[in-house]
Nanobody
Framework: QVQLVESGGGLVQAGGSLTLSCAAS????????MGWFRQAPGKEREFVAA????????YYADSVKGRFTISRDNAKNTVYLRMDSLQPEDTAVYYC???????????????????WGQGTQVTVSS
């Protein structure tokens, strides 16, 4: 069992930055692929970024590529999402996710992740 707790969300002006953190419990963190997803009001949950257990490679949605950076510290059981040049369209609840036993490498699919955090709100004002 893996428990995930996100933090770092908040209100920021357009063009600003935030760094989200996701602290994981359990001894298997370093071997798990980790992902960040987001869900805006009235929209479906969408893939943002993912990172393999070894720390690389990383994957990004086209909408955030070049602005967001995913990283992990396996010694701290934590994955991060650094978000720069934030825009109002980035406003959403951001979720951290850890892969499960059926993970097949489709890092962009929410179905691949068995464990989810409670989410943290990111609001970008114009």
């Amino acid at each position: 069992q893996v428990q995930l707790v996100e933090s770092g969300g908040g209100l920021v002006q357009a063009g600003g930055s935030l760094t989200l953190s996701c602290a994981a419990s359990g001894r298997t963190f370093s071997s798990r692929a980790m992902g960040w997803f987001r869900q805006a009001p009235g929209k479906e949950r969408e893939f943002v970024a993912a990172i393999r257990g070894s720390g690389g490679p990383t994957y990004y949605a086209d909408s955030v590529k070049g602005r967001f950076t995913i990283s992990r510290d396996n010694a701290k059981n934590t994955v991060y999402l650094r978000m720069d040049s934030l825009q109002p369209e980035d406003t959403a609840v951001y979720y951290c996710a850890a892969d499960g036993p059926r993970y097949s490498g489709r890092y962009y699919s929410a179905d691949e992740y068995a464990y989810w955090g409670q989410g943290t709100q990111v609001t970008v004002s114009s």
